[in-house]
């Protein structure tokens, strides 16, 4: 089985009033992005995606150059914050539309995997928001991508319910060697990853261990959490 595919970026473009100058390469299995709303890290995920593509750029896979492929052809699935599922689709026909559609073993894994079972049949619309996610997750996994990107997809739910989530992303991509970049602001969430790269005004600041990468907002949270917990 294949290691899980490095990731190489390079961005010198401007993306509305923001110059983005990034420059990184992700080193393990689970990295995640992380700054401030507006620094530029939903733009790099749709240049990475294929779905931006300024002519300053550079973008590999692995040891394929992937900069000039269609979005379609890159094997890479992402998964925004807003799910986009297909309203006129079942839970189970979503799934499927992100596969191989008469792969009835790999849907019921999927279904299984995100405990979306009773739900099979169900019409997007009945669902909760924490439901169409995992089931837009699902879809993404099921078209068997060798990159996952995550854009704030666990932004709203319970710590349970992310925690819950991100094992089973994790189980399944660990399974299958699928690179997994994630991006948020939030921090609990942020130090769950095996690496952190921080972002800042369109500019890569720092990377490494998420501990180190975000030791100031981790020092400053831990007072805010013993400052609470102190008081009468």
Same mark, same amino acid.
């Given at each position: 089985?294949?290691?899980t595919?490095?990731?190489?970026?390079?961005?010198?473009?401007?993306?509305?009033?923001?110059?983005?100058?990034?420059?990184?390469?992700?080193?393990?299995?689970?990295?995640?992005?992380?700054?401030?709303?507006? %620094?530029?890290?939903?733009? $790099? +995920?749709?240049?990475?995606?294929?779905?931006?593509q300024? @002519?300053?750029? #550079?973008?590999? *896979?692995?040891?394929?150059?992937?900069?000039?492929?269609?979005?379609?052809?890159?094997?890479?699935a992402?998964?925004?914050?807003?799910?986009?599922?297909?309203?006129?689709?079942?839970?189970?026909?979503?799934?499927?539309f992100?596969?191989?559609?008469?792969?009835?073993?790999?849907?019921?894994q999927?279904?299984?995997?995100?405990?979306?079972?009773?739900?099979?049949?169900?019409?997007?619309?009945?669902?909760?928001?924490?439901?169409?996610q995992?089931?837009?997750?699902?879809?993404?996994?099921? %078209?068997?991508?060798?990159? $996952? +990107?995550?854009?704030?997809?666990?932004?709203?739910?319970? @710590?349970?319910? #992310?925690?819950? *989530?991100?094992?089973?992303?994790r189980?399944?991509?660990?399974?299958?060697?699928?690179?997994?970049l994630?991006?948020?602001?939030?921090l609990?969430?942020?130090?769950?990853a095996?690496?952190?790269?921080?972002?800042?005004?369109?500019?890569?600041?720092?990377?490494?261990?998420?501990?180190?990468?975000?030791?100031?907002?981790?020092h400053?949270?831990?007072?805010?959490?013993?400052?609470?917990?102190?008081?009468?």
């Amino acid at each position: 089985m294949p290691d899980t595919p490095q990731l190489q970026v390079q961005c010198n473009a401007t993306i509305g009033s923001l110059f983005i100058d990034a420059t990184f390469s992700t080193t393990h299995p689970w990295t995640v992005l992380f700054g401030p709303s507006g %620094s530029g890290k939903s733009s $790099l +995920l749709r240049l990475i995606a294929g779905l931006w593509q300024p @002519r300053e750029s #550079r973008v590999l *896979l692995g040891t394929n150059d992937i900069t000039s492929t269609p979005a379609y052809k890159r094997k890479i699935a992402l998964v925004a914050q807003q799910p986009a599922l297909f309203p006129h689709m079942t839970v189970r026909q979503n799934i499927a539309f992100g596969g191989e559609r008469n792969n009835t073993e790999a849907i019921g894994q999927a279904l299984e995997l995100f405990t979306l079972n009773v739900l099979a049949d169900a019409n997007p619309a009945t669902l909760s928001g924490g439901e169409r996610q995992r089931v837009a997750i699902a879809r993404a996994l099921a %078209s068997n991508p060798r990159l $996952l +990107l995550l854009d704030e997809v666990f932004t709203g739910m319970h @710590r349970a319910q #992310r925690d819950t *989530l991100m094992q089973q992303i994790r189980t399944h991509c660990a399974a299958r060697n699928i690179a997994v970049l994630a991006v948020t602001h939030d921090l609990p969430e942020a130090l769950e990853a095996d690496e952190g790269i921080r972002i800042e005004s369109g500019a890569i600041t720092s990377q490494g261990t998420p501990h180190n990468v975000l030791s100031e907002e981790r020092h400053a949270w831990l007072q805010s959490v013993i400052s609470m917990t102190e008081k009468p």
